[in-house]
């Protein structure tokens, strides 16, 4: 069975500090994805990543970034300099395949991000 | 263009009433999901629409009745809900066409039940 664990409920920064976000996951598939997903108080899952299985390479993007390392089944999400938006619910995913039935996504149980002026 | 819409935004509903909540999306994508989210908790995969043919189904109770009309709309009927069903309401969808893909999600409809 799959699981992912964010062992960090719930976190709390000023604003332009640096916060990364942990992220652990299981499985016993050899081809799988990565996401990180961001959940603003108005409810909707935004998409931020995703990363397959077969690429470690670390990602950037503005002051987000992201580093993969399959050796410890980790995904971790990095926010540079920290801004009051950033504040949201994130959730790292792990999706497993269906063979044409659709995708089902294991959520972590979500990190808080509190970004305070 | 990623957008999944949702309505109604927000839905107060008794215990015996019958309401409908509804998603489209127009990206092409063909396989569409319910979840269920409580308070800080992760969503809870519901239904999965495959094709317009429902694939998955994880042990929802009957008085949640999923529809899938065309390629682009996805419903949520519901009917003699309980309090404890209240929650936001998320649609996705994803190309449906490969092993692994990216879900969209929609803004929700939060759903509180009287």
């Known amino acids: 069975a799959q699981k992912v664990t964010q062992a960090q409920t719930e976190i709390s920064v000023v604003e332009k500090e640096d916060v990364t976000l942990d992220c652990v996951y299981e499985?016993?598939?050899?081809?799988?994805?990565l996401f990180w997903y961001k959940q603003p108080p108005s409810g909707e899952l935004v998409f931020l990543i995703r990363?397959?299985?077969?690429?470690?390479q670390n990602e950037i993007s503005g002051r987000y970034s992201w580093n993969f390392q399959k050796s410890t089944s980790s995904f971790n999400f990095t926010i540079t300099a920290s801004q009051v938006v950033d504040s949201a619910v994130y959730f790292c995913?792990?999706?497993?395949?269906?063979?044409?039935?659709?995708?089902?996504?294991?959520f972590g149980g979500g990190t808080r991000l509190m970004v305070k002026p | 263009d990623t957008e999944v819409t949702q309505t109604p935004k927000h839905l107060v509903m008794g215990m015996t009433n019958k309401k409908s909540l509804k998603c489209e999306q127009h990206?092409?994508?063909?396989?569409m999901y319910w979840y269920k989210q409580k308070a800080k908790k992760p969503p809870e995969l519901m239904f999965v629409?495959?094709?317009?043919?429902?694939?998955i189904n994880e042990s929802v109770p009957s008085r949640f009745s999923p529809e899938c009309p065309n390629s682009s709309l996805l419903n949520l009927h519901l009917h003699a809900l309980q309090p404890e069903d209240s929650a936001l309401y998320l649609c996705?969808?994803?190309?449906?066409?490969?092993?692994?893909?990216?879900?969209?999600f929609g803004p929700g409809t939060r759903l509180l039940v009287l």
């Open positions: 990206m092409g994508h063909r396989a």
């Open positions: 629409y495959s094709y317009e043919k429902l694939s």
């Open positions: 995913a792990l999706s497993e395949s269906f063979h044409n039935a659709g995708n089902m996504l294991t």
């Open positions: 996705a969808s994803s190309q449906g066409n490969s092993e692994l893909e990216t879900q969209y």
């Open positions: 499985t016993r598939d050899t081809t799988y994805y």
């Open positions: 990363r397959n299985s077969f690429d470690e």
